[in-house]
């Protein structure tokens, strides 16, 4: 049984009625999906490089015809002129994580906007100098991290306080989190989790975690990378200080493309805050005048430093118009159920052959599950890839599988399940 109560068969002819009665199901066609001898592959990596939308190519043909004909007015002129480009996604971000247009922007790649986020959001002082992260946080949050850490003088081994799982579990508790907060808080500067945890599919409780640190005066941050297009995000309700996330996985914004940024509302007109500036920041009115002085736009378009990557912005709004089209709320809806059919069919499958290590409650997770295997998981994903399945490793042995709700279908799920099947039984 799925949590909105639907109950699950183990049959093909139940996972296409199931995609027969959704009502996201067109979406799928509004996707390239890589073939495998002629066919669509099962493409369950919607978490590490979300699919090509169908208008990406157009989008960015676009604006390099613009160029091509208009040159440096393309600035004005262009179709979608190239001055304000970025406010074209602007309103559709804000929908998608739960924010006010003011508190977000996209711009530059996500280490990077980590980065420009602590400078502003991590003060230390000899008194608050820590920092709470995720021992299993990804990797690049972690150098980010002490390498903040070590800028202010202070000692990663001291000043980064790690959460790790209680002996024999997997994943964190939430009471465990918070009983740290209240333990240490009075040492936290910042807390910064990344929501879902990459590796378990772990998603956190945002709300109780701002809640409890920002009572001892600690600042929050979340990395979103794998919770942007996954979770039912209300950021500004929420009320973290700032978030980052990247538009490559779930927002299928293309490789390496642009990331994304929000710092509340409550820090818009803050002019206290420490800062990385840049002319992109800068008032627009006056931007051209070129005068010495920063000006902040208020809002999270103020930490902008440079000038736009026109075509990267044009692939992703292709994308953003697409869960602008679904939204969030029905996205999560399939979700649910996509990610619940799948664990339900993984349980059918011979005892001892995986183990699921993502959290069995539907809150505490997103789309993606993280399988751990028991006999030669690097093996099985090469059999897996020559059948046309595709999914990613970590090692040492867990294979990570995402439905996306806005293209995968019951049927990719059922299909997985049986070809997991066929190796089960090896
Ligand atoms: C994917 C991911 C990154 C990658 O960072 P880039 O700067 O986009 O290369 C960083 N942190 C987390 C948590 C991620 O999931």
Redesign the pocket.
């Known amino acids: 049984m799925s949590s909105e109560g639907v109950r699950f068969e183990a049959s093909e002819e139940f996972a296409r009625r199931m995609d027969a009665e959704d009502p996201l199901r067109h979406f799928r066609d509004e996707f390239l999906f890589p073939l495998h001898h002629g066919e669509q592959s099962i493409y369950l990596v919607g978490n590490s490089l979300g699919l090509q939308p169908r208008k990406a190519k157009p989008y960015v043909v676009e604006a390099l015809e613009d160029w091509e004909k208009l040159g440096v007015e393309g600035h004005f002129a262009a179709r979608h002129s190239w001055m304000p480009y970025h406010e074209l996604l602007t309103e559709q971000t804000a929908r998608l994580v739960g924010a006010q247009p003011l508190e977000v922007v996209v711009m530059n ?4 906007n980590l980065h420009l986020m602590m400078v502003s959001f991590y003060q230390p002082t000899r008194e608050r100098s820590k920092i709470l992260m995720e021992a299993g ?2 990797p ?2 972690q150098y980010a991290v002490a390498s903040q850490v070590r800028f202010h003088g202070y000692s990663p081994e001291r000043d980064i306080l790690r959460l790790t799982p209680r002996p024999g579990e997997e994943t964190l508790r939430t009471e465990d989190i918070l009983e740290t907060i209240e333990r240490h808080g009075r040492e936290i500067a910042l807390v910064m989790l ?1 929501n879902v945890n ?1 590796l378990t599919g772990q998603a956190f409780d945002m709300a109780a975690i701002t809640r409890a640190a920002h009572r001892h005066g600690c600042r929050v941050g979340f ?1 979103l ?2 919770g942007a297009g996954n979770l039912l995000l209300s950021l500004h309700d929420t009320g973290p200080d700032f978030a980052v996330w ?1 538009s490559y ?1 779930y927002l299928n914004g293309g490789p390496g493309t642009l ?1 994304g940024v929000f710092v509340h509302e409550r820090h818009a007109r803050n002019n206290a805050l420490p800062r990385f500036e840049g002319w992109w920041g800068h008032n627009k009115q006056t931007r051209f005048q070129m005068g010495p002085d920063f000006d902040s736009i208020p809002g999270a378009e103020g930490w902008q430093l440079s000038n736009p990557p026109i075509f990267q912005m044009a692939a992703l709004r292709a994308s953003m118009e697409l869960f602008d089209r679904a939204t969030m709320p029905a996205l999560r809806r399939k979700s649910d159920l996509l990610t619940g059919y799948l664990e339900f069919l993984l349980d059918r499958l011979p005892p001892g052959f995986v183990r699921i290590i993502t959290p069995r409650d539907p809150k505490q997770r997103g789309a993606h599950l993280s399988l751990r295997f028991s006999k030669e998981p690097r093996k099985l994903l090469e059999k897996l890839t020559a059948q046309g399945v595709v999914c990613d490793f970590r090692s040492p042995d867990i294979i990570r599988a995402a439905p996306a709700p806005l293209y995968n279908s019951f049927l990719d799920v059922y299909r997985f399940a049986g070809v997991l099947e066929g190796h089960a039984r090896d």
Do not use: E, P
């Open positions: 790649t996500l280490s990077v946080a990804f690049s949050d990344g990459y990395d990378a794998h990247c996985k990331g």
